[in-house]
């Protein structure tokens, strides 16, 4: 008769490691500017952030972003401490010609795996590598109603083998519910027509019960969000919204954008994939690339 092992313990064991060393994870935001990406970021830190700590900025107007620039905030929950990273981009395709504007940002994401990638040959080795490295690129699309602008398909196109990229529609609030369904429903279909993979990718669901999990996401992406980093008062409590003429859009509820669909899927569903889909494809994909270039 087998008694107990104990191989169970490694769950425990992992949190023990996870709660010492903590953990790294960076989100990039990409697109057209104007769009609501650096006040996203400061919704997806709001809402994660401020409902506990003090001390954060009130009413701080949101500059235009010049410069690749990256904000970290560490966060503990349950013992357990996440840096989160935000990678702010200058509006992408701003230009009158947009050849090749996706250069820089494809350049920053390949440094981060270089510098990484130094980290791991080198022989004096740290034990725990900080990683920079993008664990996720939201791509804005502009709420036309329309049809994704070529330099979307490009870009997303470009990036798609080198980072897990989440398209997001941008400032849904100013689309009707009609039009906002209709909308997501032509992105998905353009962006299969156009042969983008975006995260999750199919290719690497592992199981069925995982494909089953993404095609849910998947067919509900891509989330329609709304983001402000500013509070108003609404049946007692405190919200994260938008005041218009007509009434206040709650930033956090499911039932005005996708927002709160969006972080959770982001942090507290897909964030582990997130980073492993990175690491083993990602970033494998330009280690092999590299050592080759060396060896040959
Ligand atoms: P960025 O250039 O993409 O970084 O855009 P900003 O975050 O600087 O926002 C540009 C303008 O759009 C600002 O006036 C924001 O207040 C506004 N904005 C940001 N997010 C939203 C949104 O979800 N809905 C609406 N209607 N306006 C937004
Ligand atoms: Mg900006």
Redesign the pocket.
């Known amino acids: 008769l087998l008694g107990y092992i104990g191989i169970d313990t490694i769950i425990e064991q992992m949190r023990k490691k996870t709660m010492k060393t903590g953990f790294d994870f960076n989100i990039m935001v990409v697109?057209h500017?104007?769009?609501?990406?650096?006040?996203?970021v400061n919704t997806l830190f709001k809402s994660q952030v401020s409902r506990r700590s003090a001390g954060w900025a009130r009413d701080e107007k949101?500059p235009?972003?010049i410069e690749i620039k990256a904000v970290s905030h560490v966060l503990e929950e349950g013992g357990v401490k996440m840096k989160l990273t935000v990678v702010d981009t200058p509006?992408f395709g701003d230009q009158i010609n947009n050849d090749n504007c996706w250069e820089p940002i494809s350049k920053y994401i390949n440094e981060q795996y270089e510098k990484f990638l130094k980290e791991e040959v080198n022989i004096t080795r740290k034990k725990r590598i900080p990683d920079t490295r993008v664990h996720c690129c939201l791509y804005?699309i502009s709420p036309t109603g329309h049809s994704l602008r070529q330099l979307d398909v490009e870009f997303m196109k470009r990036l798609s083998h080198s980072v897990n990229i989440i398209p997001v529609i941008?400032?849904s609030?100013?689309m009707t519910i009609e039009e906002r369904q209709e909308f997501k429903q032509r992105v998905r279909k353009e962006l299969e027509m156009g042969g983008i993979e975006f995260y999750p990718q199919k290719e690497f669901d592992e199981d069925m019960e995982d494909k089953s999990d993404n095609d849910k996401i998947r067919e509900a992406m891509p989330f329609a969000?709304?983001?402000?980093d500013k509070e108003y008062q609404v049946n007692g409590k405190r919200v994260l919204g938008?005041k218009t003429a007509w009434g206040i859009v709650e930033v956090e509820n499911p039932n005005h954008c996708e927002f709160a669909l969006l972080r959770d899927f982001l942090i507290r569903s897909h964030l582990q994939d997130l980073k492993e889909v990175t690491h083993n494809i990602h970033y494998e994909t330009y280690r092999a690339k590299r050592l080759n270039e060396n060896g040959g």
């Open positions: 697109g500017s104007g769009l609501g990406k650096s006040t996203l949101i235009k972003t509006g804005f941008a400032k609030d100013t969000v709304v983001g402000s938008r």
